[in-house]
């Protein structure tokens, strides 16, 4: 188990390295700094909302979960 703390970290290392992936992979086809600048900074933006929408949907869905312990009463 880790802290939620762990996983923001975790999270927001990952969108760096991922960013840098678009960016240097558009630069290189384009050959453009400024498309490959705004292609790295819109996708993960885009990115980020639809992992949002992406797990509050997942919120709705029943599927695969498990019931809460029951919790020892006093």
Do not use: N, Y
């Amino acid at each position: 188990m880790e802290t939620h703390l762990r996983s923001v970290a975790k999270g927001m290392s990952w969108r760096v390295i991922a960013t840098l992936v678009t960016t240097i992979v558009v630069w290189l086809i384009s050959g453009e700094v400024a498309m490959a600048l705004f292609a790295g900074a819109s996708d993960s933006l885009v990115k980020i909302g639809l992992f949002w929408a992406h797990e509050r949907g997942w919120q709705r869905v029943e599927w695969g979960r498990m019931p809460p312990p029951p919790t020892a009463s006093p």
